[in-house]
């Protein structure tokens, strides 16, 4: 099993909206290298971080599971879809997605500002300068130091 952390506005698709639906296809990724992680090394079974962006608190807010492993979007080759790609065809996709299912919310979204103050979390890509991707593996130790983040000790 791996682990992954993936980012969504909360306002087009965030915890509430996976909690509501239950299962949801994970789609509309256009980065390559996302979509290659997407492709080849997520799988049925690892679990990720549901990640809050472009709002007033970026942060970590749940836990999901991926359900089935990375298959065409075809999203991509739907005229008039918002993630249409016309060099996408079912012939040869050029995105992929994968499906999640909720787990569990956090018990506190985790903030961006605080995972950016733990050094133990010095070397996890979401916190360094520049990093974009949508998708981020996370190593165990980084998975198990954020949860025990959920809970702070007073």
């Known amino acids: 099993m791996r682990y992954w952390l993936m980012k969504s506005e909360p306002g087009v698709f965030g915890i509430d909206d996976l909690e509501r639906v239950g299962e949801e296809p994970w789609e509309g990724v256009r980065n390559y290298q996302?979509?290659?992680?997407?492709?080849?090394?997520?799988?049925?079974?690892?679990l990720a971080f549901l990640y809050h962006s472009n709002c007033k608190v970026p942060g970590i807010a749940g836990i999901?599971?991926?359900v089935r492993g990375g298959y065409p979007d075809d999203t991509a080759w739907?005229?008039?879809?918002?993630?249409?790609?016309?060099?996408?065809?079912?012939?040869?996709?050029r995105w992929f997605r994968v499906d999640v299912a909720f787990q569990r919310r956090l018990e506190r979204i985790i903030p961006l500002s605080e995972l950016k103050q733990a050094p133990e979390l010095s070397a996890m890509p979401l916190v360094?300068?520049?990093?974009?991707?949508?998708?981020?593996p996370v190593t165990p130790g980084e998975w198990d130091f954020i949860l025990s983040l959920e809970n702070p000790r007073d």
Not at 82 to 88: F, K, N, Q
Not at 128 to 136: A, E, P, V
């Open 34 to 46: 996302a979509r290659n992680m997407l492709r080849d090394e997520m799988h049925a079974g690892d």
């Open 64 to 66: 999901m599971r991926i």
């Open 78 to 93: 739907t005229p008039g879809h918002r993630y249409h790609d016309p060099r996408s065809t079912p012939e040869n996709p």
């Open 128 to 136: 360094r300068r520049g990093n974009r991707l949508s998708i981020l």
